[in-house]
């Protein structure tokens, strides 16, 4: 029974244990399937909030959801998948304009999220339609607009309708749940690689030996700005991953230095409008230019990991330069 999940991980200090990843994936299948009430699963998650989900119970929620994503998705051939679920404030979604500059360059992009109805955060699916990214509601359109477009964004409730529901936990309960953390590791299409932005640091290996025990092929997390899939090009990242080596999935780190330098300056005007003006080179910002280059760099070098991290910041550079408008 569900109950022997909660006390397995809520009883006192000597008795308790985390859940293994086969019993993570059981007790949230159980939800799923009828068979425990969101009572009870909001119990488990905060009990695992408090003191921080591992690797294994990340890799069974992570596979008990990828149950209810549809095989039609599977049938996409994207390269990337991109997931975008924490929303803006400080700076607009530069992570879009860098996403455009990748497809442009033959990398098919698979960018998926949530609609959250927040009054703080500018929410990355409202910029897609006024930068001509496509929102696809079906694997069918999604695949025309790859096809097309190198890039498509789908939303969460095109895939896992189901997650939904769980992640307004967050705001009946004041925190945010282990699902929060694997909403971003779905990867509905089952791309080959993935980059995830994650908003408390640390959070970046979990996601990483997730990925490795759920066999991914290649990931790349790291504190985002914002919490996004965007590289903040003011600090150093440290960012955690799965690649491949000698044929095999390995975990990573990589140091990725400072990009701007004693940078300062006001916060920039949060809006589609703003990325589209920075895209047709009509304003010039140097904290965006510097946002998409370290971001695009940081895909490159996952894609092509035998390459330096100054090889994949000046092609990054090269590309974002010679952007067609």
Known sequence: MFSEYIKLTGRGEKGRRPLTMDESKQALTDYLNGDATLLQLAVLLMLQRVRCETPEEA??????????????????????????FAGKKRQPPWL?????????????????GHMTVDLVKYQVESACPLLNIVIADTPEKANIALENDSLVYVPLSSYCPELIELLALREQVGLRTPLNTVARSINPSNAPYSIHGVFHKSYEKIHAQAALLNNEHSII??????????????VSTLA???????????????DWPTYLEDFSGAHTEVSAEYLLKVWNKEIEDAYGDAAVITTVAMVLKQMQP????????????????????
Do not use: M
């Not at 997390?221 to 003011?234: D, I, L």
């Not at 955690?240 to 990589?254: I, L, M, P, S």
């Open 221 to 234: 997390a790291f504190k985002g700005e914002g919490g996004e899939s965007e590289v903040n090009p003011r």
């Open 59 to 84: 890799a069974g929620y992570i596979a008990a959801l990828r149950t209810k994503v549809s095989n039609d998705w599977h049938t996409l051939t994207p390269d990337l998948d991109w997931p975008c």
């Open 96 to 112: 879009l304009l860098a996403a455009k500059v990748l497809a442009a360059n033959g990398v098919k992009i698979f960018l998926h």
């Open 306 to 325: 035998d390459s330096s991290q100054d090889e994949a910041l000046q092609k990054a550079k090269q590309l974002w330069e010679s952007r067609t408008i």
């Open 240 to 254: 955690c991953g799965v690649t491949q080596v000698n044929g095999k999935a390995q975990y990573v780190e990589q």
